[in-house]
């Protein structure tokens, strides 16, 4: 069974930083595509960025391009979002997702199949 951990989150200032990480167990990593996700109270899941399987094609909301990077460390089986520049707006539970997928990326909630329980992201002003 495949297992996702989010770690990472937490209380920041605005302008700050924080790297989330995502430890996964139970599959295949490499045989993953990858997400990061958030959700914000009241507002839908929204996807924040999304890595292919060799980590060579990414893709981010435009809310994150510039500040927000994402990675994974196939040997250790993680996944990674590097968070820059925070605004308050950032504030939300942050979740990894994976799937198994030959190609290409997944853009929503529904192209991943496992979720890690989230890690809160608060940003003040």
């Known amino acids: 069974q495949v297992q996702l951990v989010e770690s990472g989150g937490g209380l920041v200032q605005a302008g700050g930083s924080l790297r989330l990480s995502c430890a996964a167990s139970?599959?295949?990593?490499?045989?993953?595509?990858l997400g990061w996700f958030r959700q914000a109270p009241g507002k839908e899941r929204e996807l924040v960025a999304a890595?292919?399987?060799?980590?060579?094609?990414?893709q981010y909301a435009e809310f994150a391009k510039g500040r927000l990077t994402i990675s994974r460390d196939n040997a250790k089986n993680t996944v990674y979002l590097q968070m820059n520049s925070l605004k308050p707006e950032d504030t939300a539970v942050y979740y990894c997702?994976?799937?198994?997928?030959?190609?290409?990326?997944?853009?929503?909630?529904?192209?991943?199949?496992?979720w890690g329980q989230g890690t809160q992201v608060t940003v003040s002003s």
């Open positions: 890595i292919a399987r060799s980590g060579g094609r990414t």
């Open positions: 139970g599959g295949t990593f490499s045989s993953f595509a």
């Open positions: 997702a994976a799937n198994y997928r030959g190609y290409g990326l997944g853009l929503i909630p529904n192209e991943y199949a496992y």
